[in-house]
Nanobody, 122 residues
């Protein structure tokens, strides 16, 4: 299984970005997908997940209503649409996958992309 995240960049506060995660390998291995981020000096945190019982997405409170996770199985790609970006959203963003949902915590995700940098200026 390989995950390839892309779409990060430098934007101003209030802008939008869409991150993509190209997934290769057995679909069953990434039945559940999540997006995480890690800001400098902070632990990696869960943002959004899709799969298992979370058929329409499950979100961290701080991004609920601004971020949307989606999946296009025809393209084997998972997206994270990010709107109304804030400077505190600056971080490296990672996509991750797991065959089975247990908890929305990084230690329960086996497969990881390499990360893409998002920087939001004020």
């Amino acid at each position: 299984v390989q995950l390839q995240a892309s779409g990060g960049g430098l934007v101003q506060a209030g802008a939008s970005l869409r991150l993509s995660c190209a997934v290769s390998g057995p679909t069953s291995s990434t039945a559940v997908m999540g997006w995480f981020r890690q800001a400098p000096g902070k632990e990696r945190e869960f943002l959004a997940g899709l799969g298992g019982i979370a058929r329409t997405g499950y979100y961290r409170d701080s991004v609920k209503g601004r971020f949307t996770i989606s999946r296009d199985n025809t393209k084997n790609t998972v997206y994270l649409q990010m709107n109304s970006l804030k400077p505190e959203d600056t971080a490296v963003y990672y996509c991750a996958g797991t065959p089975r949902l247990r908890y929305w915590d990084q230690k329960y995700f086996e497969y990881w992309g390499q990360g893409t940098q998002v920087t939001v200026s004020s």
